[in-house]
């Protein structure tokens, strides 16, 4: 079991950078690749980014590539979310997300591949 804790959202200008980390709890962390969704109101969870367990591996959505990035410290156990030249349409709360894909380069956008969430983190931009 692993649980998760976003933090780093806040209010932003359009264009503007925030960074996001998810501390996970236990000695597990390693064992699983990391995702980032995000949630808008009334709206589905929408992948962002994930990284493979050890980290060389990284997926993108194409909306964010070239603006996010994604990094884990397995020895601090945690996972950032780099986003700068945020839009307006960036905003929603952010989440990030354990699991352990089978093929994480084909599954890696799903939700249901990550057995493991954090409760979220607001981010807003404004324009």
């Known amino acids: 079991q692993v649980q998760l804790v976003e933090s780093g959202g806040g209010l932003v200008q359009a264009g503007g950078s925030l960074r996001l980390s998810c501390a996970a709890s236990?000695?597990?962390?390693?064992?699983?690749?990391m995702g980032w969704f995000r949630q808008a109101p009334g709206k589905e969870r929408v992948f962002r980014a994930a990284?493979?367990?050890?980290?060389?591996?990284?997926y993108y959505a194409d909306s964010v590539k070239g603006r996010f990035t994604i990094s884990r410290d397995n020895a601090k156990n945690t996972v950032y979310l780099q986003m700068n030249s945020l839009k307006p349409e960036d905003t929603a709360v952010y989440f990030c997300?354990?699991?352990?894909?089978?093929?994480?380069?084909?599954?890696?956008?799903?939700?249901?591949?990550?057995?493991?969430w954090g409760q979220g983190t607001q981010v807003t931009v404004s324009s």
């Open positions: 997300a354990a699991g352990d894909p089978v093929n994480l380069s084909s599954f890696a956008s799903i939700p249901s591949e990550y057995a493991h």
């Open positions: 236990g000695r597990t962390f390693s064992r699983y690749a």
């Open positions: 990284i493979s367990r050890s980290g060389i591996s990284t």
